[in-house]
């Protein structure tokens, strides 16, 4: 069929074939500070789906509605999901969620985690989510403790050297 037959969609048409953000299966534990940040994200998407909404160009407004529609689906999904985990409620003598973790490696160079939500997650901030292998490794761990972590390109060990529950950032 020759493409001058297609029917190409109006701005009345723009439909959205893009599937849901996957949600994880793990329950939504979260920091305050995590909390924070996505309804923070939420309501920024709020603004801006209604400047988007106010456009003049109908089919790109409409499809950056879809997009940021799509986000704020998620986002409500997890902020409802969502459990509140105070790092101070911790045990302090133990790596735990929110815990700020410092660990020497094989190589005796020193590294900081800290063990947050699915979503306030960024490995490259020192952030790593609480389901992550990494963070599996740590958890229930005490100053002095070995663990390994098993990791795609070999197995390593950390030392744990210090505990804390300052919520600061690994960086």
């Known amino acids: 069929m020759s493409r001058a037959f297609v029917r190409e969609p109006d701005g009345e048409a723009v439909g959205d074939d893009a599937p849901e953000l996957?949600?994880?299966?793990?329950?939504n534990r979260v920091t305050p500070r995590g909390l924070a940040r996505l309804r923070a994200e939420l309501e920024s998407l709020a603004a801006r789906r209604r400047a988007l909404a106010e456009a003049a160009d109908l089919v790109a407004a409409r499809l950056g509605l879809l997009s940021v529609e799509r986000r704020m689906r998620y986002l409500t999904k997890r902020i409802d999901s969502a459990i509140v985990q105070?790092?101070?409620?911790?045990?302090?003598?133990?790596?735990?969620?929110?815990?700020?973790?410092?660990?020497?490696?094989?190589?005796?160079?020193?590294?900081?985690?800290?063990?947050?939500?699915?979503?306030?997650a960024d490995p490259a901030?020192?952030?790593?989510?609480?389901?992550?292998?990494?963070?599996?490794?740590?958890?229930?761990?005490?100053?002095?403790?070995?663990?390994?972590w098993r990791r795609?390109?070999?197995?390593?060990?950390?030392?744990?050297?210090?505990?804390?529950?300052?919520q600061g950032e690994a960086t």
């Open 22 to 27: 996957p949600v994880s299966p793990h329950p």
């Open 86 to 120: 105070e790092p101070g409620d911790q045990p302090r003598d133990r790596v735990g969620f929110g815990a700020t973790v410092e660990v020497l490696d094989a190589d005796g160079a020193e590294h900081r985690f800290v063990i947050v939500g699915e979503d306030e």
């Open 125 to 148: 901030r020192g952030l790593i989510g609480w389901v992550s292998p990494l963070a599996r490794a740590l958890l229930d761990g005490e100053v002095g403790d070995e663990v390994r």
């Open 152 to 166: 795609p390109k070999g197995d390593t060990t950390l030392e744990i050297v210090r505990i804390g529950y300052d």
